[in-house]
């Protein structure tokens, strides 16, 4: 079982830059992903890493502006963002698994409960 808990989020204007994180608890898996959820749309892939930092992805939209890195010591993964656009706006949500396609939601059957963006223009 894993438990999974997001801070960082809040209002920042355009072109601002957050760092969002992840903490996890207990054991059974090998990567965490971020997901972010706009109103009114499907939850989407944004990034992921595995626990040993041998692998990383993220969705091509946001190559450059968003990375992702791990502080294994406090088991915890980091989402930092940078050059924030109000299209950016959404609940970010991190979700822990060990298999299956690396960018679908079945894939996690672990989530955090989500922290709010919100980019002004």
């Known amino acids: 079982q894993v438990q999974l808990e997001e801070s960082g989020g809040g209002l920042v204007q355009a072109g601002g830059s957050l760092r969002l994180a992840c903490v996890a608890s207990g054991s059974g898996y090998s990567r965490i992903a971020w997901f972010r959820q706009a109103p009114g749309k499907e939850r989407e892939f944004v990034a992921v890493?595995?626990?040993?930092?041998?692998?990383?992805d993220y969705e091509s939209s946001v190559k450059g502006r968003f990375t992702v890195s791990r502080d294994n010591a406090k088991n915890t993964v980091y989402l930092h963002i940078t050059s924030l656009e109000p299209k950016d706006t959404a609940a970010y949500y991190c979700?822990?698994?060990?298999?299956?396609?690396?960018?679908?939601?079945?894939?996690?059957?672990?989530w955090g409960q989500g922290t709010e963006v919100t980019v002004s223009s």
């Open positions: 890493i595995s626990r040993d930092g041998g692998l990383e």
């Open positions: 979700a822990a698994g060990q298999g299956g396609l690396l960018r679908s939601r079945a894939s996690y059957p672990y």
